[in-house]
Protein backbone atom coordinates (compact mmCIF):
# COMPACT_ATOMS: atom_id res chain seq x y z
CA UNK A 1 0.00 0.00 0.00
CA UNK A 2 1.29 3.70 -0.76
CA UNK A 3 1.68 6.46 2.18
CA UNK A 4 -0.02 9.70 1.20
CA UNK A 5 3.51 11.89 1.40
CA UNK A 6 2.99 14.53 3.75
CA UNK A 7 4.92 18.16 3.01
CA UNK A 8 7.61 17.41 5.59
CA UNK A 9 8.91 14.36 3.22
CA UNK A 10 9.72 13.44 -0.24
CA UNK A 11 9.82 10.29 -1.72
CA UNK A 12 9.94 9.71 -6.24
CA UNK A 13 6.83 8.42 -7.49
CA UNK A 14 7.98 4.80 -8.03
CA UNK A 15 8.72 4.26 -4.14
CA UNK A 16 6.56 2.40 -2.04
CA UNK A 17 5.99 3.22 1.41
CA UNK A 18 3.58 1.05 3.06
CA UNK A 19 1.45 2.85 5.93
CA UNK A 20 1.85 2.86 9.49
CA UNK A 21 6.24 3.62 8.39
CA UNK A 22 7.47 6.95 10.10
CA UNK A 23 9.17 8.99 7.50
CA UNK A 24 11.25 12.34 9.04
CA UNK A 25 11.16 15.91 8.07
CA UNK A 26 13.37 16.88 4.79
CA UNK A 27 14.08 12.68 4.16
CA UNK A 28 14.39 11.69 0.37
CA UNK A 29 13.30 8.67 -1.07
CA UNK A 30 14.28 7.87 -4.08
CA UNK A 31 13.28 5.65 -7.17
CA UNK A 32 12.21 2.23 -7.07
CA UNK A 33 12.11 1.96 -3.03
CA UNK A 34 10.47 0.28 -0.27
CA UNK A 35 9.70 1.49 3.23
CA UNK A 36 8.17 -1.42 5.31
CA UNK A 37 5.27 -0.15 7.95
CA UNK A 38 6.85 -0.54 10.98
CA UNK A 39 10.14 1.29 9.76
CA UNK A 40 11.60 4.64 11.81
CA UNK A 41 13.79 7.15 9.68
CA UNK A 42 15.00 10.32 10.94
CA UNK A 43 15.09 13.99 9.50
CA UNK A 44 17.51 14.97 6.05
CA UNK A 45 18.27 10.96 5.07
CA UNK A 46 18.81 9.89 1.93
CA UNK A 47 17.76 6.87 0.35
CA UNK A 48 18.82 5.89 -3.15
CA UNK A 49 17.84 3.92 -5.84
CA UNK A 50 16.50 0.35 -4.77
CA UNK A 51 16.03 0.79 -1.20
CA UNK A 52 14.67 -2.39 1.09
CA UNK A 53 13.96 -0.67 4.09
CA UNK A 54 12.61 -4.05 6.75
CA UNK A 55 9.61 -3.13 9.28
CA UNK A 56 12.06 -3.57 12.53
CA UNK A 57 14.40 -1.33 11.44
CA UNK A 58 15.30 2.50 12.71
CA UNK A 59 17.43 4.86 11.33
CA UNK A 60 18.81 7.99 12.60
CA UNK A 61 18.85 11.73 11.29
CA UNK A 62 21.34 12.73 8.39
CA UNK A 63 21.78 9.18 7.17
CA UNK A 64 23.10 8.64 3.75
CA UNK A 65 22.21 5.10 2.22
CA UNK A 66 23.33 4.68 -1.44
CA UNK A 67 21.55 2.52 -4.11
CA UNK A 68 21.03 -1.12 -3.58
CA UNK A 69 21.30 -1.30 -0.13
CA UNK A 70 18.79 -3.83 1.56
CA UNK A 71 18.51 -2.70 5.38
CA UNK A 72 16.71 -5.91 6.99
CA UNK A 73 15.21 -6.50 10.47
CA UNK A 74 17.19 -6.36 13.89
CA UNK A 75 19.23 -3.45 12.03
CA UNK A 76 19.68 0.09 14.23
CA UNK A 77 21.40 3.06 12.53
CA UNK A 78 22.24 5.79 14.27
CA UNK A 79 22.88 9.89 13.24
CA UNK A 80 25.00 10.49 10.66
CA UNK A 81 25.53 7.17 9.05
CA UNK A 82 26.91 6.73 5.18
CA UNK A 83 26.06 3.41 3.95
CA UNK A 84 28.01 2.96 0.70
CA UNK A 85 26.76 1.74 -2.47
CA UNK A 86 25.35 -2.15 -2.22
CA UNK A 87 26.91 -2.61 0.81
CA UNK A 88 25.40 -5.70 2.95
CA UNK A 89 23.54 -6.01 6.06
CA UNK A 90 22.33 -9.44 7.33
CA UNK A 91 20.30 -10.89 10.67
CA UNK A 92 20.79 -14.59 10.37
CA UNK A 93 24.28 -15.89 10.97
CA UNK A 94 23.23 -19.16 9.45
CA UNK A 95 20.70 -19.20 7.07
CA UNK A 96 18.76 -22.10 5.45
CA UNK A 97 16.20 -21.58 2.90
CA UNK A 98 14.45 -24.74 4.49
CA UNK A 99 14.98 -23.81 8.14
CA UNK A 100 12.66 -20.95 9.09
CA UNK A 101 14.80 -18.65 11.71
CA UNK A 102 13.21 -15.85 12.15
CA UNK A 103 13.36 -16.44 16.14
CA UNK A 104 16.99 -16.17 15.68
CA UNK A 105 17.76 -12.67 14.05
CA UNK A 106 21.00 -11.17 15.85
CA UNK A 107 20.80 -7.10 16.43
CA UNK A 108 23.44 -5.14 14.21
CA UNK A 109 23.97 -1.74 15.54
CA UNK A 110 25.79 1.17 13.97
CA UNK A 111 27.02 3.85 16.12
CA UNK A 112 27.06 7.44 15.23
CA UNK A 113 29.03 9.01 12.37
CA UNK A 114 30.13 5.41 10.92
CA UNK A 115 31.29 5.48 7.46
CA UNK A 116 30.43 1.40 5.64
CA UNK A 117 32.27 1.29 2.14
CA UNK A 118 30.81 0.28 -0.78
CA UNK A 119 30.06 -3.48 -1.18
CA UNK A 120 31.12 -4.17 2.46
CA UNK A 121 29.16 -6.54 4.31
CA UNK A 122 28.36 -6.69 8.25
CA UNK A 123 27.66 -10.27 9.38
CA UNK A 124 24.97 -9.57 11.69
CA UNK A 125 25.33 -9.64 15.88
CA UNK A 126 28.13 -6.65 15.73
CA UNK A 127 28.51 -3.36 17.05
CA UNK A 128 30.14 -0.32 14.65
CA UNK A 129 31.36 2.47 16.61
CA UNK A 130 30.93 5.61 16.14
CA UNK A 131 32.88 7.18 13.21
CA UNK A 132 34.29 3.93 12.42
CA UNK A 133 35.20 3.30 9.12
CA UNK A 134 34.52 0.34 6.76
CA UNK A 135 36.17 -0.02 3.83
CA UNK A 136 35.25 -1.08 0.18
CA UNK A 137 34.57 -4.78 0.17
CA UNK A 138 35.76 -5.63 3.54
CA UNK A 139 33.79 -8.29 5.33
CA UNK A 140 32.94 -7.39 9.08
CA UNK A 141 32.60 -10.57 11.46
CA UNK A 142 33.25 -9.16 15.09
CA UNK A 143 32.62 -5.66 16.82
CA UNK A 144 34.42 -2.63 15.73
CA UNK A 145 35.70 0.21 17.72
CA UNK A 146 34.52 3.61 17.38
CA UNK A 147 37.12 5.40 14.80
CA UNK A 148 38.74 2.32 13.92
CA UNK A 149 39.97 1.57 9.98
CA UNK A 150 38.92 -1.79 8.89
CA UNK A 151 40.00 -3.63 5.53
CA UNK A 152 40.01 -7.29 4.09
CA UNK A 153 38.08 -9.79 4.32
CA UNK A 154 37.71 -11.10 6.90
CA UNK A 155 38.61 -7.40 7.98
CA UNK A 156 41.43 -6.40 10.33
CA UNK A 157 41.54 -3.40 11.82
CA UNK A 158 44.70 -1.14 9.61
CA UNK A 159 44.49 1.87 11.56
CA UNK A 160 42.21 4.79 13.20
CA UNK A 161 40.37 7.51 10.89
CA UNK A 162 39.61 11.07 12.48
CA UNK A 163 35.74 11.82 12.82
CA UNK A 164 35.98 14.04 9.97
CA UNK A 165 37.08 10.98 7.43
CA UNK A 166 41.42 11.39 7.53
CA UNK A 167 43.58 8.53 8.22
CA UNK A 168 45.39 9.70 11.44
CA UNK A 169 49.02 9.00 11.28
CA UNK A 170 49.71 6.85 13.99
CA UNK A 171 50.58 3.17 13.25
CA UNK A 172 47.97 0.06 14.56
CA UNK A 173 49.19 -1.03 17.85
CA UNK A 174 51.32 2.45 18.91
CA UNK A 175 50.50 4.45 21.43
CA UNK A 176 50.02 8.47 21.26
CA UNK A 177 48.66 11.45 19.89
CA UNK A 178 47.41 11.81 16.36
CA UNK A 179 45.87 15.16 14.79
CA UNK A 180 43.37 15.14 11.84
CA UNK A 181 44.86 16.59 9.01
CA UNK A 182 41.83 18.18 7.81
CA UNK A 183 40.57 20.16 11.28
CA UNK A 184 43.64 19.82 13.48
CA UNK A 185 41.52 17.98 16.12
CA UNK A 186 43.89 15.92 18.25
CA UNK A 187 43.23 12.53 19.06
CA UNK A 188 44.68 10.17 22.27
CA UNK A 189 45.48 6.64 20.69
CA UNK A 190 46.32 3.71 22.45
CA UNK A 191 46.59 0.26 21.30
CA UNK A 192 42.62 -0.54 21.78
CA UNK A 193 41.05 3.10 21.39
CA UNK A 194 40.92 6.23 19.92
CA UNK A 195 39.23 9.17 21.85
CA UNK A 196 39.14 12.98 20.88
CA UNK A 197 40.78 15.21 23.23
CA UNK A 198 38.11 17.65 25.29
CA UNK A 199 39.27 21.33 23.79
CA UNK A 200 40.30 20.56 20.19
CA UNK A 201 36.88 19.76 19.18
CA UNK A 202 36.73 18.76 15.18
CA UNK A 203 34.08 21.94 13.98
CA UNK A 204 34.21 21.19 10.26
CA UNK A 205 32.94 17.66 10.58
CA UNK A 206 29.75 18.85 12.29
Request: contains cysteine; aromatic residues 8%; hydrophobic residues 35%.
Amino acid sequence: MRMNKPATWWCHESAIIDDGASIGESTRVWHFSHVCAGAVIGNNCSLGQNIFIGNDVVIGNNCKIQNNVSVYDNVTIEDDVFCGPSMVFTNVYNPRAEIERKSEYRPTIVRKGATLGANCTIVCGVEIGAYAFIGAGAVITKPVPAFALMTGVPARQTGWMSQAGHRLDVKYGDSGKASCPQTGQLYQITTTSCQPLAGTDDKESK
